[in-house]
Structures are given as C-alpha cells and as structure tokens.
C-alpha cells in the first residue's frame, strides 16, 4: 500500500465532509455504541492507559467516562483530521499525528502499555497483509502487560457485495480498489468473518465476544451516508489477550 496515496485519499475525502456538514463532525455512532455497550468489562476503578487508533476527526473517547487520572490518546495519519481534532476538542484526550503502526517510536507512546485499544476502523484500511500482522501484533504487545481489551468493529463480507462502477474487488485478496484519475487506489479489506477471527486467533487474542448480526452494513463508499444492500456486513470484536 502506497500510504502517501491512501492519505490524500482520506485527506480529500474528510475535506469533503466538512464543506458537507458545515464544519461539524462526529465520531462513528456504532463503534461508540459498542464500545459503551462493554463498559462494565473494561471499565477500571483506578487510572486508565487508553488509546483510539485510526481515530479521525473527533476520537470516540472524547464521549467516554474514565477514571480521574485517566491518559487518552488519538492516533491517526491524517494531519488534517488531527488538526481538526485538536482545534475542535474540549476534553482531555491528546491526539497525536503518525500510523499507527508507529505507535513504539514516538516520544509520548513508546513504551506505554493500554488497559484498552480501540480501533476506529483502522482494520479494515490496512489493505496489505503484512501491514495486519503488525497492526495485530502490536496491539496484542501494547495489551499484554495490563491484560487490556482490544475493540474491533470491521467490515467483512455477509452477502453479495455490489459496488459502484468506479470500484474493483479482488476477490482473492479481498481488497476494495478505487479508481481515482489514473490511479486505482486499494481503499478496503473486506474479508469473510471466518477470515478475521483466524487472524484473531493466531495473533493470541481471545474472543469474548463477538457479533456479525444479518442486516448489520457497515458503508464501503465514503462518499455516501447511507448504506445500501450491497455494502459489507459488520463484524463486532471485544478481544483480550490469550493468557
């Protein structure tokens, strides 16, 4: 994956959005509610270590509860929706502009351990496998020491996908292209459900809990609001590590 490419993807893409929406924002209303629904297993009495990766424009933290003392990050590449989000945040939550799968080197993050991860739809953006393994990897390493809860919500595929002409799925890596001016830009990875928990489990995570209800759609096409019958199903992950 070309991560120049895929950044002004995303750059152009959330421009768009704030011409759109008047300037306002909010963070994604279902990975919220997932993240609230499953308060009371990783909720913690004392300080909290919690970090939101792929966060955007406004990190679904800033809505959320923690124990005074509580330190919480926003990761994301975008310079763009991290200075959207630092301009327009009135909480405590730092957000910090870099991939995510350089968490380790940064002089605030390296070396911090998380009592929760949450991914704000990162997973389904890392469109090369290799980049996966990392992205897992360095979660299960951030989680292990507290025992901390990684939160996962991602597309897979539940039923016929259908996309605009614009679109080309390879179905044998299960990566969504776009096509932009001359350049087909990989923007998804929209995998069977199966597929994602082997990944899960080989990674050395436990599944607690998950949900893939039929119905649930998840939109594919940023450039729409609503999803139609022909969108990815959505996949609901609460992970710990395997002890």
């Avoid at 768009?16 to 990783?42: I, Y």
């Avoid at 996962?152 to 595929?157: A, N, S």
Wanted: net charge negative; charged share 25%; aromatic share 10%.
């Amino acid at each position: 994956m070309d991560s120049e490419h895929l950044r002004s993807y995303y750059d152009k893409t959330f421009q768009k959005t704030l011409k759109s929406t008047s300037g306002q924002v909010e963070c994604s209303a279902s990975l919220l509610e997932w993240v609230r629904s499953n308060s009371p297993l990783w909720q913690r009495h004392g300080p909290m270590f919690v970090i939101e990766l792929g966060c955007g424009p406004k990190s679904i933290l800033e809505e959320l509860r923690f124990s005074e003392n509580s330190q919480c990050f926003g990761v994301d590449f975008s310079g763009i929706m991290i200075d959207h989000a630092r301009s327009h945040t009135s909480s405590g939550v730092f957000y910090e502009c870099l991939d995510a799968l350089e968490i380790d080197t940064h002089p605030i993050l390296q070396g911090l351990n998380f009592d929760l991860v949450v991914d704000g739809h990162l997973f389904h953006c890392l469109t090369d496998e290799r980049m996966r393994e990392k992205y897992l990897s360095l979660v299960m390493q951030k989680l292990k020491v507290k025992q901390g809860f990684f939160i996962l919500e991602c597309m897979v595929e539940t039923d016929t996908l259908t996309f605009a002409d614009d679109f080309l799925f390879l179905e044998d890596s299960r990566v969504l292209l776009q096509q932009i001016g001359n350049e087909a830009i990989p923007v998804r990875y929209i995998p069977r459900a199966e597929t994602v928990i082997e990944q899960i489990e080989k990674n050395g995570f436990k599944i607690i809990k998950f949900l893939c209800p039929p119905g649930w759609k998840i939109i594919s096409d940023a450039r729409r609001v609503e999803p139609i019958q022909g969108d990815p199903g959505l996949a609901r992950f609460l992970l710990t590590p395997l002890l």
